[in-house]
């Protein structure tokens, strides 16, 4: 197996471990808030970071860029480069930074949180959530460059162990806060401390990984600016598709519905979360690989990714889609009480519709690998659009369940403009694609998934969190094994038997 190959598996494990970590941390998190501090109050958490996040979108793609191109340029050896493309972007970001913080005071001040339904009591607190969530901009946005920088050296690992740790620190605060009955601006600085912190660490820890880089405001170029924005520019439209099909939801459920809905959202849309952020981690490391092997092999490099890595990927997020949708319910009862369950069916839905719309989310990286990022933008900004459309009018028929199905319809309204504006471009036949790589990979789940319908009635009335464990791990086991026998392929069969019999062999076991 290659170098990169190696370090692919690598980083891509170490997100795993990192989506892990702030999956248990808001399972322990979330309840304890929640009963701590009330529906209403962690819907105004919830609330101050969507409203923070919606201008994410001002990053224009920035941090995808500086990862492609450190990338590109460490494989070329352009030390000079790569310090320019770090410290312009650095320093475009502070200001950006800057911008939002005056930006989101100036929304409270004007009376801008008057379009929600905040009860009375909690408008004072709201307002001062927001300002915290100002000040805590101005961090924030720097380490968004920096993130990209651990990226674009593929170095993943080191990077979410400061992420993990922070995001640890961070919620404990939380948790400890909320428990001693603090004020909801106490709870919500806790809960974000890590924005700060975590850049501070990151900086330190890059100046060891890459010595010869230091932040240097004369490194920053007006030239560099408009070699990110080149690529970049397009990928400002993913953004603001991602923050219309997901936190324009929270937003238009405060507006049109009791802000404490947005808690309930939250809860409903969680195992949905869980799924689409595994199918995220598999494809995060990907990017900066392809741009690399690119560089080194030409497209050859190029499709060991798009025949192999899409198929693999639909491997690994296509089973917890299936699980997803048979124990979603028990696990929204255990974990936050059967009061939500009148809403599992919509969280079922979602989990399945997983299956369809994170098929290809690799091939979109691998697209935008190769240096290509104006057609995934404009698929991504029809979806939100749409999304939002939906989302307004269903709201008002369906409650907050409309909002999902909104994003539901506007997903799979989606999918065909994939085939029709990627593949040609990368010389790819689309039924060869939909048939070798999608169906070979997913086919053989489906029917699995299928055989466990049977089973459904004593499914959903699990009531231990050992009995959902087990559940999850027998049908795991099952849908795993299956696509160990019918997906993957015998090279890498013999390569993983070899690195397991290595392992045992180094910890001691089977000597």
């Known amino acids: ?18 989506r892990l970590v702030h999956i248990l941390l808001n399972l322990i998190a979330i309840p304890i808030i ?13 609330l101050a970071n969507v409203i923070v996040g919606y201008f994410t979108v001002f990053d224009i793609g920035v941090p995808q860029g500086v990862t492609k191109y450190v990338s ?30 005056l ?33 805590l901009s101005v961090f924030f946005w720097p380490r968004h460059v920096l993130e990209g920088v651990f990226k674009g050296i593929q170095k993943y690992h080191k990077l979410n162990i400061t992420l993990a740790l922070g995001r640890i620190l961070g919620v404990s605060l939380a948790i400890i806060t909320s428990l001693l009955k603090q004020p909801i601006e106490v709870v919500f600085l806790a809960f974000n401390i890590d924005r700060a912190l975590t850049g501070i660490w990151q900086y330190v820890w890059l100046r060891r990984e890459i010595p010869f880089w230091n932040f240097r405001i004369k490194d920053a170029h007006i030239s560099v600016l408009k070699m990110i924005f080149s690529f970049s520019i397009w990928l400002m439209l993913s953004h603001v598709a991602v923050m219309l099909e997901y936190q324009t939801d929270h937003i238009i459920i405060g507006v049109a519905l ?11 849309v969680y195992p949905f979360r869980i799924i689409q952020q595994i199918s995220g981690l598999a494809c995060t490391a990907v990017m900066p690989a392809v741009s690399e092997n690119q560089v080194i092999r030409g497209k050859q490099g190029v499709d060991v990714f798009i025949y192999k890595g899409v ?9 917890f889609a299936i699980i997803g949708a048979f124990l979603c319910g028990p696990f929204i009862k255990l974990w936050m009480g059967p009061e939500y369950l009148r809403y599992v069916w919509i969280a079922q839905l979602s989990c399945a519709f997983q299956l369809i719309w994170q098929s290809n989310a690799l091939l979109g990286q691998v697209y935008l690998g190769t240096g290509r990022s104006k057609k995934p933008g404009l698929i991504a900004i029809f979806i939100g659009v749409l999304n939002v459309l939906l989302s307004i009018w269903w709201v008002n028929i369906f409650g907050f369940p409309g909002v999902i199905l909104a994003t539901v319809v506007a997903g799979l309204l989606g999918i ?12 790819i036949q689309r039924w060869a694609y939909i048939k070798n790589v999608l169906l070979k990979a997913q086919l053989p789940l489906w029917i699995v998934g299928i055989t466990f319908l049977p089973f459904w009635s004593q499914i959903q009335q699990i009531d231990t969190w050992l009995g959902l464990f087990t559940a999850g791990l027998i049908m795991a086991f099952i849908l795993f094994c299956t696509g160990w026998i019918f997906v993957v392929d015998k090279d890498f069969k013999k390569y993983a038997t070899l690195l397991l019999k290595n392992s045992l062999s180094f910890v001691g076991i089977g000597n």
């Open 34 to 46: 929640v009963n701590s501090l009330g529906q209403e109050a962690f819907g105004l958490i919830v």
């Open 311 to 319: 198929k693999y990927h639909n491997l690994v997020f296509a089973p």
């Open 103 to 135: 930006l989101v005071a100036s929304f409270v001040l004007l009376g801008g949180l008057s379009v929600f339904n905040i009860s009375r009591d909690n408008i004072q607190p709201a307002r001062n959530v927001l300002f915290i969530a100002a000040a």
């Open 1 to 18: 197996m290659s170098r990169i190959a190696k370090r692919l598996i690598i980083n891509t494990a170490s997100n795993y471990l990192l």
């Open 416 to 427: 065909p403009l994939v085939f029709w504006l990627l593949l040609p471009d990368l010389q």
């Open 72 to 101: 590109e340029y460490l494989a070329k050896r352009d030390k000079a480069k790569v310090s320019e493309v770090i410290n312009t972007s650095i320093v475009l970001f502070f200001f950006i930074g800057l911008i939002v913080s």
């Open 258 to 268: 009791p802000v404490a809905m947005i808690t309930v959202y939250t809860v409903i």
